[in-house]
């Protein structure tokens, strides 16, 4: 078991390590590792986990680690894999805070952050492009998809909301389509 919690923890370290950008950019990277890589879950399974995470408090790279790693190993399994997505987080933000001060204003640094985020922004579209073969099957997911869409870019209505009205929502039409 303990072999195990290693693994699990390593495996959240590596993504932790080069995910930039929170859990939007985690997910390409989390499909390869946990779907393709080690058959841990199936696309859904995590799909699903990651939906739940953007609904709860915290970050939701940490929300989806504590899920799988609670599915593989139960509470042990949740722990390792929490402390593997954070730990290379921590350290970062610790070099980068105590060499920040003396290169913040680098015209490299400054570069290489903005570069950065041109690579954060492509690996968001590449998991955005994901979850909509996974989950816009149809006409009623195209027009939920407009009308989230819409309201979170347009209007101020929380996250949460979309995400437990969007529920109801489908569980309101399967409902329907068995009757």
Known sequence: ???????????????????????YAMLPILRREIVERRGWLDEE?????????????GIIASNVSVFIGYQRRKTPGAIAAALGVVTPSII???????????????PMVQHAFKAISICVCALILQAVISMWKKGVKDW????????????????????????????????AVKKAEEK
């Open 1 to 23: 078991m303990l072999k195990e919690l290693l693994e699990i923890y390593l495996v959240f370290f590596k993504m932790g390590s080069v995910t930039f950008g929170g859990g």
């Open 140 to 171: 009623v997911g195209i027009g939920l998809f407009a009308v989230v869409f819409a309201l979170s870019v347009f209007t101020r209505v929380s996250p949460v909301w979309l995400v437990v009205v969007s529920a109801l929502i489908g569980i």
């Open 92 to 106: 970062i933000i610790t070099l980068i805070a105590a060499l920040m001060q003396n290169f913040q204003n680098e």
């Open 45 to 57: 399974k995590v799909m699903d986990f990651f939906a739940v995470s953007q609904c709860l408090p």
